[in-house]
Each structure stands twice: as structure tokens, then as C-alpha cells.
């Protein structure tokens, strides 16, 4: 059998199909010992052509092409790190490396909204602390949702909201084989839901609505700088259902958040 090293810097070429020839792109990527060790001597590359390219379904995108050169392919990379967590409970350190998750954010009215995070990783046995690490946390008062904190929009109108909640999707894999001891995210389908006020249906049809694609946003915090936005450019309305709170009709709309041509930009989270 094979023995797998690897030097100090293992210096990979990509290469970029193009129409008539296959090429060498503008850039190469530097691969640490530390990593091609840590995946036991393999890394997994994806492979996009260098410079302007478009889909080969012969789609039309509003952009006109997609391009990636090392800045932007480098950014990618990068957002596609994972991480380890570390929790200390009665000086037990329990760590979690090479970690990958999803999030979801869900709020109510008069309570307060939550990132609710899951994640999987590699597992570590616990370690013990001699003593307590000393910690000086800053804990800042939270907003809860009401009108003063929180608006909703969907389409031009921003409305009377209940309940919200906004899933990132991740599909999260964990892979224990021969050669790959690892957690990635290998999909996303981003999703989500509104409860709101119900409007007469000369209004509002929302069985009519179903499938329709309409801006999302939405917005909590205070002031100019104080908030957290949660935008969508377009957020498909799916198989509403109805309900009733305080002697008023609600309606819960299931949303589908969907790219653009432009593709990546489903959602997007300012602070």
C-alpha cells in the first residue's frame, strides 16, 4: 500500500475546462502540511473555469457571465471554513473541531428572537482545568419583537407580524471512511415563515399568491446602526394556512427563499 506525505507547502495548479482546450488558471492554491496531514493526505478542491464563464444549460444570466479570478475564488475559500467550538461546565473543556452547522433565526412577538445554532464535528475527549479561566463577559440587553423593534416586509408592504422564522438550510454530512474523517456542507435550501394579520381576499389572495416570488426583509433593532437585517430577493409563497389569535384571523406563510441568475445571493444578513 501507498504511503501519503506531504512536504511543508504543497503547491496545486487548477485547471479550467474551456471550449476548445483545457487550461492552467491565473492562480494556484498553497495546501499546509498541517491540513493534508489533518485529512489524511487528501484535500477536496472544487474546480471552477479561471476568468468569465456561463452555464453550459445555455440559461440567460442578468449579469451576462459569471467570473472568478484568485481575489474572489480566495473569498469563497474562505467562507467555507469550519471551526471549533469550546464549552467549559464546571472545569470540564469539551471541544468540538473541524465543526459545521446550520442556523435558524425565530422570533415571536413579546418575546425575544433567537439564533438557534446546530452543529457536527469530530469528537475529543474531555479535558479537566486546574482551575477556572477568569471572564469578564459584556452582555448586551436584548430587544424583544414588538413594533417598536421589529419590522416585517413582503413585497412593497411591511406587516403586522406574530411569528417569523428564517432557516439557513445547510445540509451538514459527516463522513467517517477509509481516508476521510471530516464534517462539510455538501447543500443549502434556504427556507423560512410568516404569520401575519390575514387581509380580505380582494386584497390579498394568497391561494392566488402561491409560487409568486416577492422581496423579504426583515429588520429588528433600534437606530441606524443598532440592527440586524435579514433580506431576501426573492422569497416564494407556498400553501398558506390559516388561524386565529385575540379574535383575529392569522395567516402563516410558508417561504422559499430562491437566487437570483446572479446565484449565491438568497439571503443576506447586515449588521
Not at 39 to 53: E, R, S
Not at 60 to 75: F, M, T, V, Y
Not at 186 to 210: C, E
Amino acid at each position: 500500500m501507498s504511503q501519503r506525505t506531504a512536504s511543508r507547502s504543497t503547491r496545486i495548479a487548477v485547471c479550467s475546462a474551456g471550449a476548445a482546450a483545457l487550461a492552467i488558471a491565473a492562480c494556484t492554491f498553497g495546501v499546509p502540511a498541517k491540513t493534508a496531514q489533518a485529512t489524511g493526505g487528501t484535500v477536496m478542491l472544487q474546480l471552477t473555469p479561471a476568468g468569465t464563464f456561463k452555464p453550459n444549460d445555455g440559461r440567460e444570466l442578468k449579469p451576462g457571465a459569471w467570473r472568478i479570478d484568485a481575489a474572489s475564488a480566495q473569498h469563497v475559500i474562505e467562507r467555507f471554513k469550519s471551526l471549533s467550538l469550546y464549552a467549559v461546565v464546571g472545569r470540564n473543556v469539551y471541544k468540538m473541531p473541524g465543526a459545521a452547522g446550520n442556523v435558524k433565526l425565530e422570533g415571536n412577538a413579546k418575546q425575544l428572537p433567537w439564533f438557534n445554532f446546530e452543529f457536527t464535528g469530530a469528537w475529543q475527549a474531555v479535558e479537566v482545568l486546574g482551575a477556572m479561566p477568569a471572564t469578564t463577559p459584556v452582555f448586551e440587553l436584548p430587544l424583544g419583537v414588538n413594533a417598536a423593534n421589529t419590522r416585517v416586509k413582503l413585497g412593497a408592504k411591511f406587516w403586522p407580524c406574530n411569528a417569523f422564522s428564517i432557516d439557513l438550510g445547510n445540509t451538514v454530512t459527516k463522513q467517517d471512511l477509509t481516508e476521510v474523517d471530516n464534517t462539510e456542507i455538501t447543500g443549502r435550501a434556504s427556507s423560512g415563515s410568516i404569520t401575519i394579520r390575514n387581509t380580505l381576499a380582494t386584497t390579498h389572495d394568497w391561494d392566488q399568491l402561491i409560487g409568486t416570488k416577492l422581496p423579504f426583509e426583515l429588520l429588528h433593532g433600534l437606530g441606524a446602526t443598532n440592527t440586524l437585517t435579514v433580506a431576501a430577493p426573492q422569497a416564494q409563497i407556498g400553501k398558506p394556512s390559516f388561524g386565529e389569535q385575540d379574535g383575529l384571523q392569522m395567516v402563516t406563510l410558508p417561504l422559499k427563499f430562491i437566487p437570483t441568475a446572479a446565484g449565491n445571493d438568497e439571503l443576506t444578513i447586515r449588521v
